[in-house]
């Protein structure tokens, strides 16, 4: 591990660390919750660069699988301190904005970047292994627009939306249970047949690795509810909708490692790898987070249920189209990666006036 690595994992030990007694101590919301973000980010980087170094081992369907699933660690404890506070409208807008966050922002950024780096202007990657994502999401969106619509239309069934979130959670986990391991194969059987990117060695132990990955999920939970308990003083003080606060700062915030790890990927010519861990991050969510966090939510006073409103509704259903018909050929460019970018930005100006 190189010096400047083990200067950043101790960043990341103090920044943490101040963001503890920062809670304990009763400083001011603000600079609290804003230590707690900084912790969060840097938790997240130690995942990422940790999950990097196991996934040089394997191919980029497995090591998308692996970091975005644990990438989404913070994510999953974020909305569950939230919703044992009561925090359900934050809860859901950070899920649906973690959706968007990484379809929109962070992908957008990602082809920004790659296609500004590559000799032809265009980003190239294997289409096949974000089709097969791209699917998922279809389908994940589909689920939760069906039950959305009943929701926001008021409909005969819609008495009946925690029940019918939870069984269209169930049914969302099964599928992705089965998709999950499709792809890791498929993407597997992509990469032996060709691959034009190089791997490099990894630089640190996998044990050295796997121990860092279970420092860092230690950590974030941790971090996680003092994140949230600066929240409502923070959004109070600030002024923000809880729309704002659960699609802008917390999506962004728990989903740090999207945030970076697939724009530096993009940077690097890795664009496999780019694409696969912000589109697997994507699928996650809508079609495992989400549903998990329904479920378990059932244990909480407060359920989190699909029924999310009419106008989200429709862009979930516009996004996951945009990102497919973006990535279904195996290039995109600039443009298209400043297009998703900006429609990011303008989902989050309505928030503002929630």
Not at 61 to 90: D, H, K, R, Y
Not at 254 to 279: C, H, R
Not at 341 to 353: D, I, M, Q, S
């Amino acid at each position: 591990m190189t010096v400047r690595r083990r200067w950043l994992l101790g960043l990341v030990g103090a920044t943490t660390a101040a963001a503890g007694v920062a809670h304990y101590a009763g400083v001011p919301a603000v600079p609290a919750f804003v230590l707690a973000a900084a912790a969060l980010a840097g938790l997240a980087w130690v995942v990422s660069f940790a999950t990097e170094q196991v996934g040089e081992r394997f191919g980029p369907a497995a090591t998308g699988v692996l970091q975005s699933t644990l990438g989404n660690l913070p994510e999953f404890f974020v909305v569950l301190f939230a919703l044992s506070q009561g925090e359900v409208i934050v809860a859901q807008f950070s899920l649906i904005g973690s959706i968007f966050a990484n379809a929109l922002l962070v992908l957008g950024a990602v082809i920004v970047v790659g296609a500004t780096t590559s000799a032809d202007g265009y980003m190239r990657f294997h289409a096949r292994l974000p089709n097969d994502t791209a699917t998922l999401l279809l389908l994940a969106s589909f689920i939760i627009v069906l039950v959305g619509l009943s929701h926001g239309t008021h409909d005969t069934a819609s008495a009946h939306i925690e029940t019918i979130s939870a069984i269209a959670a169930a049914l969302l986990l099964s599928v992705y249970a089965v998709w999950v391991v499709a792809y890791v194969r498929s993407g597997s059987a992509a990469e032996r047949e060709s691959s034009g990117e190089r791997r490099a060695a990894p630089g640190t132990s996998l044990a050295t690795s796997i121990a860092l990955l279970a420092a860092a999920g230690v950590g974030a939970a941790f971090v996680s509810d003092w994140f949230i308990a600066a929240l409502r003083p923070t959004i109070d003080a600030l002024g923000v909708s809880d729309e704002f606060a659960g699609l802008v700062i917390v999506a962004i915030a728990g989903n740090a490692v999207e945030n970076t790890t697939g724009v530096v990927l993009a940077a690097k010519q890795q664009s496999d790898l780019a694409i696969s861990v912000v589109k697997n991050s994507v699928a996650q969510i809508a079609a495992f987070l989400y549903p998990a966090l329904v479920l378990v939510s059932l244990l909480f006073a407060h359920h989190l249920t699909f029924g999310i409103p009419l106008l989200y509704v429709g862009a979930l259903f516009l996004t996951a189209i945009s990102i497919w018909q973006i990535t279904t050929d195996g290039t995109a460019s600039a443009f298209e990666g400043w297009a998703l970018v900006a429609t990011y930005g303008v989902l989050a100006v309505f928030t503002l006036y929630e």
